[in-house]
C-alpha cells in the first residue's frame, strides 16, 4: 500500500535514525500516527513530510475494515479528553 493511500488502523513500518526499517507506528486516520519510543509513552502526531520520508511500507491486513479500528479510537480520545 502506498503512503498516500493509508487507511485508519494501516501500520507503518519506518526508518527512524537508521537507513534500516526499525520502528513500526500504526496510522489513526485524519493525518496522524501512533507510536511509542524506548522510554517514553506511547504518542500520537501528524503524519507530515518528515515521517512520511521515514516510510519504508504500509501494511494492511486483506482482512482489515476501518471499522474495527473505532474501539482503539474511543479509547485515544478518551484519554486525550481526561488528560
Do not use: M
Amino acid at each position: 500500500v502506498h503512503a498516500d493511500k493509508a487507511q485508519p488502523g494501516d501500520v507503518l513500518i519506518c526508518c527512524f535514525g537508521s537507513s534500516t526499517a526499525n520502528h513500526a507506528a500504526i496510522y489513526c486516520g485524519g493525518g496522524e500516527l501512533l507510536h511509542h519510543i524506548p522510554d517514553q509513552l506511547s504518542k500520537r502526531e501528524r503524519y507530515t513530510d518528515k515521517w512520511q520520508r521515514r516510510t519504508h511500507s504500509l501494511w494492511r491486513h486483506r482482512q482489515w475494515q476501518e471499522s474495527a479500528f473505532t474501539g482503539i479510537y474511543n479509547d485515544l480520545e478518551s484519554a486525550l479528553a481526561s488528560a
